[in-house]
């Protein structure tokens, strides 16, 4: 086994169009070329579109941040994701995503998570009592379980309301068969398709993705009726219900609220889950950073109260997180669209072009960062590491539209990660390493694999 930790092949240098949209809706990681880890800027041209890889910080910073009205989200980004998150505020521009944000915003703000922490730390426990009747035998697909911890949290803190409620269970289930359906990227894609002719998804993924909507529609409507009641429990569900645009006084109407849900369950979710199960595996795979997560959780954590304040003192834990968030991106690439023609690196970007930004690429850019394949948690003691953390990592995006739930997973993940190795021992399974493709989110293409053994007690780690 290398040192370094597992990274898709690239494909040959030169393939056709065929070739590439077949690899391209297989897994978009291993479709590039090894080129594009090293270079600033790249070309890509077919007969139906034109698109340019920008990974260099300054075009970054120049697309995400200075400008992002000149270089909304493409409406391709919208064509395969559009069954499920209809005009949520993932795939909206303009002035519609901008009220759309001034409603959400407000229910992630700092002291809100304080307020849903407690809905954190029993999904946690929830996680812990699962995993635990499990361990010290089999080997355990731990993608399948990190997206388990991470939906029960989203429907705590979102609806009050656990994993095992009868409707959370049902989109539970329902969405694990829309992954199994859906490819991150469908044919309508790459042709430019009129938005008045029918997009060519799959019947199934159709089918999934209205069982999802209905279900969701019920705990808005209920959520409603519980509003009007006067007895809503003071989650996110009803403070985005419940939050007017400062601008307008207007509130999410119920057909909208389905769509703000569905993109919460998915970023919240999908994402959460993908960063902690790559997490755990790194940690399988170096044993001395796992001790010290352990230890440092010993030490930060009583088991007895649930304290905000500990999120604080798991420095490293919240390194190791960080550092599976760069090696593995749980949304690898973003899509903009260029408004006007512009010239990147003395080159003309025509108008109607697409810009690509690649969290996977930037995250390994060797021209930036020290060590760019390796796992290594202290780099972000590090100048090299402080510098690409300000200009060079992008995990949750940057700029105006920078994911509202950023924090929100961090003090998520973080916790979920201190508390399971706390409580496991974490080795990997000999014969079975995690090959990396990105589908709706970077995974494993034969799920992750991992050994956990209870620690005896915990508290000897002390």
């Given at each position: 086994?290398?040192?370094?930790?597992?990274?898709?092949?690239?494909?040959?240098?030169?393939?056709?169009?065929?070739?590439?949209?077949?690899?391209?809706?297989?897994?978009?990681?291993?479709?590039?070329?090894?080129?594009?880890?090293?270079?600033?800027?790249?070309?890509?041209?077919?007969?139906?579109?034109?698109?340019?890889?920008?990974?260099?910080?300054?075009?970054?910073?120049?697309?995400?941040?200075?400008?992002?009205?000149?270089?909304?989200?493409?409406?391709?980004?919208?064509?395969?994701?559009e069954p499920l998150l209809g005009n949520s505020v993932f795939v909206t521009n303009?002035e519609v995503w901008k009220r759309q944000r001034r409603i959400i915003d407000p229910?992630?703000?700092?002291?809100?998570?304080?307020?849903?922490?407690?809905?954190?730390?029993?999904?946690?426990?929830?996680?812990?009592?699962?995993?635990?009747?499990?361990?010290?035998?089999?080997?355990?697909?731990?993608?399948?379980?990190t997206s388990h911890a991470a939906a029960d949290v989203i429907f705590r803190t979102?609806?009050?309301?656990?994993?095992?409620?009868?409707?959370?269970?049902?989109?539970?289930?329902?969405?694990?068969?829309?992954?199994?359906?859906?490819?991150?990227?469908?044919?309508?894609?790459?042709?430019?398709?009129?938005?008045?002719?029918?997009?060519?998804?799959?019947?199934?993924?159709?089918?999934?993705?209205?069982?999802?909507?209905?279900?969701?529609?019920?705990?808005?409507?209920?959520?409603?009726?519980?509003?009007?009641?006067?007895?809503?429990?003071?989650?996110?569900?009803?403070?985005?219900?419940?939050?007017?645009?400062?601008?307008?006084?207007?509130?999410?109407?119920?057909?909208?609220?389905?769509?703000?849900?569905?993109?919460?369950?998915?970023?919240?979710?999908?994402?959460?889950?993908?960063?902690?199960?790559?997490?755990?595996?790194?940690?399988?795979?170096?044993?001395?950073?796992?001790?010290?997560?352990?230890?440092?959780?010993?030490?930060?954590?009583?088991?007895?109260?649930?304290?905000?304040?500990?999120?604080?003192?798991?420095?490293?834990?919240?390194?190791?997180?960080?550092?599976?968030?760069?090696?593995?991106?749980?949304?690898?690439?973003?899509?903009?669209?260029?408004?006007?023609?512009?010239?990147?690196?003395?080159?003309?970007?025509?108008?109607?072009?697409?810009?690509?930004?690649?969290?996977?690429?930037?995250?390994?850019?060797?021209?930036?960062?020290?060590?760019?394949?390796?796992?290594?948690?202290?780099?972000?003691?590090?100048?090299?590491?402080?510098?690409?953390?300000?200009?060079?990592?992008?995990?949750?995006?940057?700029?105006?539209?920078?994911?509202?739930?950023?924090?929100?997973?961090?003090?998520?993940?973080?916790?979920?990660?201190?508390?399971?190795?706390?409580?496991?021992?974490?080795?990997?399974?000999?014969?079975?390493?995690?090959?990396?493709?990105?589908?709706?989110?970077?995974?494993?293409?034969?799920?992750?694999?991992?050994?956990?053994?209870?620690?005896?007690?915990?508290?000897?780690?002390?």
């Open positions: 086994m290398s040192d370094l930790p597992p990274k898709p092949p690239a494909r040959p240098e030169r393939v056709s169009l065929l070739r590439y949209v077949r690899l391209f809706r297989q897994d978009i990681l291993s479709a590039q070329p090894a080129k594009l880890y090293r270079a600033w800027m790249a070309e890509f041209r077919t007969p139906f579109f034109h698109s340019y890889m920008i990974n260099q910080p300054e075009l970054v910073k120049t697309v995400l941040v200075e400008r992002p009205d000149d270089f909304p989200k493409s409406d391709r980004v919208r064509e395969g994701l303009g229910a992630f703000e700092g002291g809100r998570l304080r307020e849903v922490f407690p809905a954190m730390w029993d999904a946690t426990q929830a996680a812990i009592a699962r995993l635990s009747a499990r361990a010290g035998h089999a080997p355990i697909e731990i993608e399948a379980e979102l609806f009050s309301i656990p994993i095992e409620h009868e409707v959370a269970a049902a989109v539970f289930d329902e969405f694990r068969a829309y992954q199994r359906t859906q490819p991150l990227v469908n044919l309508a894609a790459f042709l430019p398709l009129p938005r008045w002719l029918p997009r060519p998804h799959r019947r199934s993924t159709r089918a999934s993705a209205e069982v999802i909507r209905g279900l969701i529609a019920r705990l808005t409507e209920d959520r409603q009726a519980e509003i009007a009641a006067g007895t809503a429990p003071d989650d996110l569900a009803t403070k985005i219900m419940t939050t007017t645009d400062p601008l307008t006084g207007e509130r999410f109407e119920a057909a909208e609220m389905v769509d703000q849900v569905a993109i919460f369950f998915l970023a919240g979710h999908e994402t959460s889950a993908s960063a902690l199960a790559w997490a755990l595996y790194l940690l399988a795979r170096y044993p001395e950073a796992q001790e010290r997560v352990a230890t440092e959780a010993v030490t930060a954590i009583d088991l007895e109260r649930e304290d905000f304040s500990a999120i604080s003192k798991l420095s490293f834990t919240r390194d190791v997180f960080r550092e599976a968030l760069r090696l593995y991106p749980p949304v690898p690439m973003m899509v903009r669209q260029a408004t006007q023609e512009e010239c990147f690196r003395d080159r003309v970007v025509r108008k109607a072009s697409q810009i690509v930004i690649s969290p996977w690429h930037l995250h390994r850019q060797p021209r930036l960062w020290d060590n760019p394949d390796g796992f290594d948690p202290d780099r972000w003691k590090t100048a090299n590491g402080k510098q690409c953390q300000r200009e060079a990592f992008i995990p949750f995006s940057a700029g105006a539209r920078v994911c509202t739930g950023a924090g929100f997973a961090m003090i998520e993940g973080v916790l979920l990660l201190a508390m399971l190795v706390r409580t496991f021992r974490i080795s990997p399974v000999e014969g079975r390493e995690p090959v990396p493709v990105a589908h709706l989110t970077v995974r494993a293409k034969d799920g992750i694999w991992l050994r956990l053994e209870p620690r005896q007690p915990p508290d000897s780690l002390r």
